[in-house]
């Protein structure tokens, strides 16, 4: 049973700096380095390090970015055969500019991620369960046409569905995310994607509006929206109930794909038919254990970190979850 995921395959450059620049400012960094990013890898890795199968539909340059970029990939066993190479677009690459306080900037090079060709329908969604859309692959050129190609067919094969949101998603296409809404299972945002969303929704009740875009994508017809609060662990939403599911104490180092590692080990848990809320809380134990190192797709944990982190603290969650023996279920949705 495998999770097929859609979305960017990046090269992060990642430097961490004494302070955050101003414009046309001079600011040293204290460290430099490369390695595998991009929302859909790193969503893709996090399921393969916790033992699910999944498969990475992306494209990546012919050049030294691409084996950076899916490095992390490849060594968890994620099936890279959709993966295409264009001979003459360079690889996605993202400058990671992360502050002393451990929040990271983007400044993105989208590169061959947009150019993503529409895979054979047979061959991609073979033995496919769940397809987990990472935002940014809705947001342009052959990219936005191969992932919505590919939502159709899932929809078409009952295949349930996920949304992973994005800032640049926001701003260029809100009101067709609402459009899109009632196609997705399941729909994640962290504060500031969703604050950014809720003025494009109504607030008329006083709302804040990361609660607005809640109740709006809600209302429009996603049956649960988690919304991803960082330090505070996250909110999940379905109706008129939110539940608020407290973090993990973490040292916060760098938070580069913490939200990645968040939705991996919620869709994980989900789908072996964890309620919303323990996922919600794996999601949270897998997204301390990110922010406390550096770099994306490395830092995310496996399955024995996981469970470690979750019996130190006292939850039940890990035995049944995390055992080796306990298949996908597919979860009706
Ligand atoms: O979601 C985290 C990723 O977003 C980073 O790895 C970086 O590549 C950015 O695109």
Avoid at 33 to 46: I, L, M, P
Avoid at 283 to 290: D, I, K, T
């Amino acid at each position: 049973m495998v999770f097929l995921v859609v979305g960017d395959a990046n090269a992060d450059l990642s430097s961490t700096l004494a302070r955050f620049p101003d414009e046309g400012d001079d600011v040293p960094m204290t460290e430099l380095g490369y390695g595998s990013g991009g929302s859909g890898a790193n969503v893709a890795t996090a399921l393969a390090k916790l033992g699910a199968r999944a498969r990475l539909v992306t494209a990546v340059g012919s050049d030294p970015g691409a084996a950076i970029a899916l490095r992390a990939a490849r060594e968890a066993g994620v099936d890279l055969s959709f993966v295409e190479t264009h001979p003459t677009v360079a690889t996605g690459t993202c400058v990671v500019a992360i502050s002393p306080s451990g929040e990271r900037t983007f400044l993105s090079f989208r590169g061959a991620n947009a150019v993503v060709s529409c895979p054979d329908f047979e061959a991609v969604f073979q033995d496919v369960v769940h397809l987990h859309v990472a935002g940014h692959a809705l947001l342009e050129g052959e990219q936005w046409l191969t992932t919505l190609a590919l939502m159709k067919e899932a929809t078409r094969r009952d295949v349930p569905l996920s949304i992973d949101i994005c800032l640049p998603l926001v701003r260029a296409r809100a009101e067709e995310l609402f459009a899109l809404a009632p196609r997705f299972a399941v729909l994640f945002g962290n504060q500031s994607e969703l604050g950014e969303l809720g003025g494009f929704a109504p607030n008329d009740h006083g709302a804040t509006p990361c609660e607005a875009a809640i109740a709006a994508l809600l209302g429009a017809g996603v049956p649960l929206v988690v919304g991803k609060l960082g330090a505070e662990g996250a909110v999940v939403a379905e109706g008129s109930t939110r539940t608020l599911v407290p973090p993990f104490p973490a040292d916060v180092r760098d938070t580069t794909g913490a939200g990645d590692g968040f939705v991996g080990a919620f869709l994980y848990a989900w789908r072996r038919g964890a309620t919303a809320e323990g996922a919600g809380r794996l999601g949270n134990a897998a997204g301390a254990l990110v922010v406390s190192r550096p770099g994306a797709a490395a830092s995310l944990p496996g399955r024995e970190e996981l469970s470690c982190l979750l019996s130190r603290h006292g939850s039940e969650l890990h035995s049944s979850l995390l055992a080796n023996d306990n298949p996908t279920i597919g979860r009706a949705t």
